[in-house]
């Protein structure tokens, strides 16, 4: 019976002294693995250009709140939408005004999933015309607890459909559309000019998501945007060219 107490203390000894430690560790790396994918070491493992769909997380796993908005805010850098947002602020437009989270000269201090989420007439325009509209949305619908400028999403969750990483640049449209704003912005008279014409391309693609079992009110909806954003030229130029690079890499 002694002896069994003795070998039993020893074990726990043992187990106490090495395994914790190791399970301590191993939790580190993988602790250590989310930052350096968080800080962009590990988010180009494939190199670009490879036609195998790229996920930003890994699908059907934990992932961190923190890594979730690093992430959304990732695909937009990679998108260029930074471009139109320059214009849009210059233009009294920025989505932060009288946010109590917006530090002067420093920017947001509380980024969240609910603003990285949303998107306003712009940049929905851009994700719509370039086909990833949908996989932004079905991404977000699986982050829960969003709410107005702040959020109640836990500090993980499991996702199980990624936002995958172009493979080849869009900061070409981003740019044309920023000039195309520019332009509009200078040449009329009307004081927010672009950001009333933004709230109306805004509503016209929400109308379409929810008529998107109706082919007549899809079409007509279609339509009226293809009206909206006529004045932008040089982004239609470089929006068939991305469709060209799409057909012919
Ligand atoms: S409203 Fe749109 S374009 Fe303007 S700052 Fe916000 S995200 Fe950028
Ligand atoms: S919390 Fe949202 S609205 Fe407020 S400053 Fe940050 S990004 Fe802008």
């Given at each position: 019976?002694?002896?069994?107490?003795?070998?039993?203390?020893?074990?726990?000894?043992?187990?106490?002294?090495?395994?914790?430690?190791?399970?301590?560790?191993?939790?580190?790396?993988?602790?250590?693995?989310?930052?350096?994918?968080?800080?962009?070491?590990?988010?180009?493992?494939?190199?670009?250009?490879?036609?195998?769909?790229?996920?930003?997380?890994?699908?059907?796993?934990?992932?961190?709140?923190?890594?979730?908005?690093?992430?959304?805010?990732?695909?937009?850098?990679?998108?260029?939408?930074?471009?139109?947002?320059?214009?849009?602020?210059?233009?009294?437009?920025?989505?932060?005004?009288?946010?109590?989270?917006?530090?002067?000269?420093?920017?947001?201090?509380?980024?969240?999933?609910?603003?990285?989420?949303?998107?306003?007439?712009?940049?929905?325009?851009?994700?719509?015309?370039?086909?990833?509209?949908?996989?932004?949305?079905?991404?977000?619908?699986?982050?829960?607890?969003?709410?107005?400028?702040?959020?109640?999403t836990p500090d993980?969750?499991?996702?199980e459909q990624s936002?995958?990483?172009?493979?080849?640049?869009?900061?070409?449209?981003?740019?044309?559309?920023?000039?195309?704003?520019?332009?509009?912005?200078?040449?009329?008279?009307?004081?927010?000019?672009?950001?009333?014409?933004?709230?109306?391309?805004?509503?016209?693609?929400?109308?379409?998501?929810?008529?998107?079992?109706?082919?007549?009110?899809?079409?007509?909806?279609?339509?009226?945007?293809?009206?909206?954003?006529?004045?932008?030229?040089?982004?239609?130029?470089?929006?068939?060219?991305?469709?060209?690079?799409?057909?012919?890499?």
């Open positions: 019976m002694i002896l069994f107490a003795y070998v039993a203390a020893i074990v726990i000894c043992f187990y106490v002294k090495y395994t914790i430690p190791y399970i301590q560790t191993f939790e580190y790396l993988i602790f250590l693995k989310e930052q350096m994918r968080l800080s962009g070491f590990m988010t180009n493992e494939q190199p670009r250009g490879n036609s195998q769909p790229i996920h930003a997380l890994p699908e059907r796993e934990r992932v961190s709140r923190q890594m979730i908005i690093k992430t959304g805010i990732s695909f937009l850098h990679e998108l260029g939408t930074d471009q139109i947002c320059k214009v849009c602020i210059a233009n009294s437009g920025s989505c932060c005004i009288g946010c109590r989270h917006l530090s002067n000269g420093v920017g947001c201090q509380q980024r969240n999933t609910s603003c990285t989420a949303w998107l306003c007439g712009y940049l929905k325009y851009m994700l719509y015309e370039t086909g990833l509209l949908k996989e932004w949305n079905e991404f977000w619908n699986q982050v829960p607890g969003q709410d107005f400028r702040e959020d109640y993980y969750i499991f996702i936002l995958s990483i172009q493979d080849q640049t869009m900061k070409d449209l981003s740019e044309a559309l920023a000039a195309d704003l520019q332009e509009l912005a200078q040449s009329h008279i009307a004081i927010g000019f672009i950001l009333t014409l933004r709230e109306k391309i805004d509503k016209n693609i929400d109308r379409l998501m929810d008529y998107k079992n109706d082919p007549k009110q899809e079409t007509k909806i279609k339509k009226k945007i293809k009206i909206l954003s006529s004045p932008f030229h040089r982004f239609h130029k470089a929006l068939s060219e991305y469709r060209q690079r799409q057909i012919n890499p």
